[in-house]
């Protein structure tokens, strides 16, 4: 993770958000990078904590992107967030 991906818009209040969500918290990782096409926040979760952060029919994580769509407005950057599956590599996906 970049030293300074904890100034990127919407990665603290994503970061706040899963950590109350999330019950392994050893197996959390939020990752933000910049660049010409905006910011993107990626997660890991364990394959338990996938199912609270996806919501029924999807309604948490986007009320999660609707969020950090408006966090990336109010800083005038646009705000993706991808979500990679449990046991998976970064690279892989």
């Given amino acids: 993770m970049p030293d300074d991906a904890n100034t990127l818009p919407g990665?603290?209040?994503l970061q706040?958000?899963?950590d109350a969500l999330c019950e392994d918290k050893d197996q959390l990782s939020v990752e933000g990078k910049k660049d010409e096409?905006?910011?993107l926040l990626t997660i890991r979760v364990s394959e338990r904590?996938?199912?609270k952060l996806i919501g029924k029919g999807g309604q948490t994580v986007k009320a999660l992107r609707t969020l950090l769509r408006?966090?990336?407005g109010n800083a005038s950057e646009r705000v993706n967030?991808?979500?990679l599956?449990?046991?998976t590599a970064a690279g892989a996906v």
């Fill in 49 to 51: 904590d996938m199912g």
């Fill in 37 to 39: 096409l905006g910011i």
């Fill in 70 to 72: 408006i966090i990336g």
């Fill in 85 to 87: 599956e449990p046991g």
């Fill in 11 to 13: 990665y603290a209040f």
């Fill in 81 to 83: 967030l991808k979500i």
């Fill in 16 to 18: 706040y958000v899963l």
